[in-house]
């Protein structure tokens, strides 16, 4: 699994492209990040980089890093301080029954669409999804 430090690490800061997503993003998108950190402990330190090196909240960008945190969570291979995969998915359980624009964009695009595939270590975290989030990937997934 790619690390989602080294990952940001290739952007430039002032891209067009940062513009692109932080306009995709909208405040949804920003506020469903800042609701994760403050709720799901283990994304701080996450949280505080990607800031940094982004100057500020790209969500669907920090999303990378929560997905590939919640899949070692429940591989078992996640970090001690690190977030919890089920807290995560209950969490965004949540917000997805709320249906807040650019959050729902955010989780459906840049966690469940990134989620293994079948046969890819992990790929049975799906089996753990919410009802609402389970639609949602089914629609993603229909072969499931």
């Known amino acids: 699994?790619?690390?989602?430090?080294?990952?940001?690490?290739?952007h430039e800061a002032g891209t067009s492209r940062q513009a692109d997503d932080r306009a995709a993003d909208g405040a949804g998108g920003v506020?469903?990040?800042?609701?994760?950190?403050a709720r799901v402990p283990g994304f701080e330190d996450a949280y505080?980089?990607?800031v940094f090196n982004e100057h500020g909240v790209l969500a669907h960008v920090f999303f990378w890093d929560v997905v590939?945190?919640?899949?070692?969570?429940?591989?078992?291979?996640g970090e001690p301080d690190g977030p919890d995969w089920r807290r995560v998915l209950a969490f965004l359980e949540n917000e997805t029954r709320r249906r807040v624009p650019g959050a729902i964009e955010v989780i459906v695009t840049s966690f469940l669409d990134d989620l293994p595939h079948e046969g890819e270590p992990g790929s049975g975290i799906e089996e753990h999804?919410?009802?609402?989030m389970k639609?949602?990937?089914?629609?993603l997934r229909p072969s499931r």
């Not at 699994?1 to 290739?10: C, Q």
């Open 135 to 139: 639609r949602r990937y089914l629609e």
């Open 129 to 132: 999804l919410g009802p609402e």
């Open 1 to 10: 699994m790619e690390s989602g430090h080294e990952r940001r690490g290739t």
């Open 31 to 37: 506020r469903l990040v800042e609701d994760l950190v």
């Open 68 to 77: 590939q945190d919640t899949v070692r969570s429940y591989l078992g291979e």
């Open 48 to 50: 505080e980089c990607h």
